[in-house]
């Protein structure tokens, strides 16, 4: 029978992994339902768009500028082997737009924000201001969870078409600065290669992707066990869950548009 303990911890923990999906899917259900049923908290809602999106602009903006001149750098040096240097404007724009701008992005935000929300949600549950809403007959997810998530759905599309202008401004930088291409041609490779499908999907990509990183935040903030190490974990957990996340549905999503 030792043989089976193996085995035993596999099945132990898949079904973790099933209990955990079910949770997420019951929260998600939830909250959906409550996006449609007023009450609405304005209040919570405008002060979630400046966090989640005004302040999140100098983390991403550092971002894609230095990705688009790295991305520039390497696919100019990769080029050169099949003497191809000349689509390093074209490469950056669709690269950026399509993938890396909506990805970092979120990502990002992921950092920045999903910890954020776990944390304070987190802290909430640990001194009983939850249980206080309840008491004054404000349900938590409706005034905790839909603001947040509604936000974040509405401002990372905003953040990443900000990322993509900034990311292939870098990639302009340097290919214009380092690797001699004339400005103007440049600037009209990039308008010409570019289609509206491209711009959409990154946009409709970074949707999603804001939508997972707030519902990640709130999530594990709400199941985040009690005292300082409750929350801590919580906080990895929104994180860790809403990155890859994020990966997984940017496959899926590029599986449909392309």
């Known amino acids: 029978m030792i043989f089976l303990h193996p085995v035993a911890a596999v099945g132990r923990s898949f079904l973790a992994l099933l209990a955990i999906i079910g949770r997420v899917t019951l929260y998600l259900g939830a909250t959906l339902s409550h996006l449609v049923r007023p009450p609405f ?17 100098p983390v991403v903006g550092l ?47 992921a950092g920045r924000v999903s910890a954020a929300i776990a944390a304070e949600i987190g802290t909430m549950k640990v001194t009983e201001q ?28 905003v953040l990443a078409a900000v990322g993509d202008t900034i990311g292939i401004l870098g990639g302009y930088l340097v290919g214009t600065t380092r690797l001699g291409f004339n400005a103007a041609t440049y600037l009209q490779n990039t308008a010409d290669f570019l289609e509206a499908a491209d711009i959409v999907s990154g ?40 990155s890859v996340l994020i990966l997984a549905s940017n496959y899926l999503l590029t599986e449909l548009f392309f």
Request: glycine share 12%.
């Open 41 to 57: 908290y304005w209040r919570e809602f405008l002060s979630a768009l400046m966090t989640i999106g005004y302040f999140s602009l």
């Open 203 to 242: 946009l409709v990509k970074a949707s999603v992707f804001g939508f997972i990183v707030a519902l990640m935040g709130c999530y594990h903030g709400m199941n985040s066990g009690r005292g300082a190490q409750g929350v801590g974990r919580a906080t990895t957990n929104a994180v860790v869950s809403a």
């Open 130 to 157: 939850i249980d206080a809403l309840v008491t004054l007959s404000t349900h938590p997810l409706k005034y905790l969870t839909v603001p947040r998530v509604l936000a974040a759905t509405i401002v990372v599309p």
């Open 63 to 109: 971002t894609m500028v230095f990705t688009g001149g790295a991305l520039a750098l390497q696919i100019y040096s990769g080029g050169a082997r099949f003497n191809a240097e000349a689509v390093v404007p074209q490469i950056v724009a669709i690269g950026i737009v399509r993938e890396l701008g909506p990805v970092l992005t979120g990502l990002m935000v």
